[in-house]
């Protein structure tokens, strides 16, 4: 049976292998966790499809490859596998292996490298610290040593096997160089999102545009439905729900919003696949997406949104979850932020910011007199791609939104 490179979505055309968790030889039981894959948004997690014993790996710890690649055999009784040995044959699995021993600058590492599973990241940053990882607990899965077992080891307490997972938004210490600065390596999901960032900057034209909005309505819910819903879904009702409807309904009178550029064209979509920005701390940011959004009500945006987050914070996030997204909203409001220009999420054509809503006075008009109020007021900022829309059309969209939020009963939503 072939193991091969999973469809890692619409747009990602490639993965790199970035663990095995099995050697030649090792007999596999169905969904076993087998190896683990990076892109450029997330770390993913592969389990076997099928059981038999892994009798051959074509690609090593580190490689990167294209979608559909064989990945190695697993001879699971039924059938010989007839894909042609387009890789390094067996028998160099282990040659293969211990030469990972040798980093970027060329030196050699200590030869224990051969006999611990590492990741690229821990094993440059156990190499460039001349670190013997036979000396250093981990306290990962199967006793896998992670790069905060590292920096934890060169400040000089090993990190304790039974130790809990560190929190991602606390990063833990960071190696000094001795020159008064700290030298903190990237891992590989803030490496390829620079990556994708920059990518983006040079592919499409960012114009940024900004509307104030008055959040009255959606607060009247939130206050009314807020106490009885955070004690029975076990989560806090924010204003993303509101936002994210908002936008999907905006959409049917500015379609053109929902699309994807492709080549010379345009492509619009029928059906929204809502992408969420996650932070995860010193791990990195991902934006998986909620399928069909636009048919969702708020409570079901709500959930969703919690659950997809949860998702991303425990490394539980599928190919299916990152790929197929037609719009993103990234909030940073719990910030406090007052104006956020996102960069586009490739190959969208645009991308919201919902930055901090706080009270403040504004003029309002009661029974035809402008009277000075307190309301709790946000900014929208969207992100659009200039090749794609004009700032008409931009700005037609972004104040549907506004009106949706200020002028609907929120209340009915539930």
Same mark, same amino acid.
């Given at each position: 049976?072939?193991?091969?490179?999973?469809?890692?979505?619409?747009?990602?055309?490639?993965?790199?292998?970035?663990?095995?968790?099995?050697?030649?030889?090792?007999?596999?039981?169905?969904?076993?966790?087998?190896?683990?894959?990076?892109?450029?948004?997330?770390?993913?997690?592969?389990?076997?499809?099928?059981?038999?014993?892994?009798?051959?790996?074509?690609?090593?710890?580190?490689?990167?490859?294209?979608?559909?690649?064989?990945?190695?055999?697993?001879?699971?009784?039924?059938?010989?596998?007839?894909?042609?040995?387009?890789?390094?044959?067996?028998?160099?699995?282990?040659?293969?292996?211990?030469?990972?021993?040798?980093?970027?600058?060329?030196?050699?590492?200590?030869?224990?490298?051969?006999?611990?599973?590492?990741?690229?990241?821990?094993?440059?940053?156990?190499?460039?610290?001349?670190?013997?990882?036979?000396?250093?607990?981990?306290?990962?899965?199967?006793? /896998?040593?992670?790069?905060?077992?590292?920096?934890?080891?060169?400040?000089?307490?090993?990190?304790? $096997?039974?130790?809990?997972?560190?929190?991602?938004?606390?990063?833990?210490?960071?190696?000094?160089?001795?020159?008064?600065?700290?030298?903190?390596?990237?891992?590989?999901? /803030?490496?390829?999102?620079?990556?994708?960032?920059?990518?983006?900057?040079?592919?499409?034209?960012?114009?940024?545009?900004?509307?104030?909005?008055?959040?009255?309505?959606?607060?009247?819910?939130?206050?009314?439905?807020?106490?009885?819903?955070?004690?029975?879904? =076990?989560?806090?009702?924010?204003?993303?729900?509101?936002?994210?409807?908002? $936008?999907?309904?905006?959409?049917?009178?500015?379609?053109?919003?929902?699309?994807?550029?492709?080549?010379?064209?345009? %492509?619009?979509? &029928?059906?929204?696949?809502? =992408?969420?920005?996650?932070?995860?701390?010193?791990?990195?940011?991902?934006?998986?997406?909620?399928?069909?959004?636009?048919?969702?009500? %708020?409570?079901?945006?709500?959930?969703?949104?919690?659950?997809?987050?949860?998702?991303?914070?425990?490394?539980?996030?599928?190919?299916?979850?990152?790929?197929?997204?037609?719009?993103?909203?990234?909030?940073?409001?719990?910030? =406090?932020? $007052?104006?956020?220009?996102?960069?586009?999420?490739?190959?969208?054509?645009?991308?919201?910011?919902? &930055?901090?809503?706080?009270?403040?006075?504004?003029?309002?008009?009661?029974?035809?007199?402008?009277?000075?109020?307190?309301?709790? $007021?946000?900014?929208?900022?969207?992100?659009?791609?200039?090749?794609?829309?004009?700032? =008409?059309?931009?700005?037609?969209?972004?104040?549907?939104?506004?009106?949706?939020?200020?002028?609907?009963?929120?209340?009915?939503?539930?």
């Amino acid at each position: 049976m072939d193991v091969i490179m999973p469809q890692l979505g619409e747009t990602v055309a490639e993965g790199t292998v970035t663990v095995w968790h099995k050697k030649v030889g090792d007999t596999v039981a169905a969904d076993e966790l087998l190896f683990e894959i990076g892109t450029d948004k997330v770390e993913m997690e592969i389990p076997a499809s099928d059981a038999g014993v892994l009798t051959e790996i074509r690609v090593s710890e580190g490689e990167t490859v294209a979608v559909g690649t064989v990945l190695a055999i697993i001879d699971d009784g039924k059938a010989t596998s007839s894909a042609p040995a387009e890789a390094a044959p067996a028998e160099a699995v282990a040659v293969t292996q211990a030469a990972s021993a040798h980093d970027a600058s060329g030196r050699t590492s200590p030869p224990q490298y051969a006999n611990r599973r590492l990741s690229p990241a821990v094993r440059k940053l156990v190499a460039d610290n001349n670190l013997n990882p036979n000396d250093i607990q981990g306290s990962g899965r199967e006793g /896998r040593i992670t790069r905060d077992d590292v920096l934890a080891f060169l400040k000089g307490a090993a990190a304790s $096997v039974s130790a809990p997972a560190p929190v991602a938004s606390a990063p833990g210490p960071a190696p000094r160089s001795g020159d008064g600065r700290i030298v903190i390596p990237f891992n590989r999901v /803030r490496k390829m999102t620079a990556e994708h960032m920059v990518r983006s900057i040079a592919t499409s034209a960012h114009v940024l545009q900004v509307v104030e909005t008055d959040f009255s309505n959606v607060d009247k819910a939130r206050k009314a439905i807020g106490p009885s819903w955070k004690e029975r879904e =076990g989560f806090s009702l924010t204003y993303l729900p509101f936002i994210a409807k908002a $936008v999907c309904d905006a959409m049917q009178a500015y379609p053109n919003i929902n699309a994807n550029v492709e080549g010379e064209n345009l %492509v619009v979509f &029928d059906g929204v696949n809502l =992408g969420i920005a996650v932070d995860l701390g010193e791990a990195g940011l991902v934006a998986p997406n909620i399928k069909d959004a636009d048919r969702m009500t %708020v409570p079901e945006l709500a959930r969703a949104i919690s659950a997809l987050a949860a998702k991303a914070r425990s490394g539980g996030l599928t190919p299916d979850d990152l790929g197929g997204g037609t719009y993103t909203l990234s909030n940073n409001g719990s910030y =406090g932020t $007052v104006i956020t220009g996102s960069i586009i999420n490739q190959p969208q054509v645009a991308i919201l910011s919902t &930055d901090g809503i706080a009270k403040k006075p504004v003029v309002v008009d009661v029974d035809g007199e402008d009277m000075i109020a307190i309301r709790p $007021v946000g900014m929208l900022a969207q992100s659009f791609d200039h090749r794609a829309i004009d700032g =008409g059309y931009s700005a037609g969209f972004l104040n549907k939104v506004k009106e949706i939020l200020e002028t609907r009963d929120w209340r009915a939503a539930f």
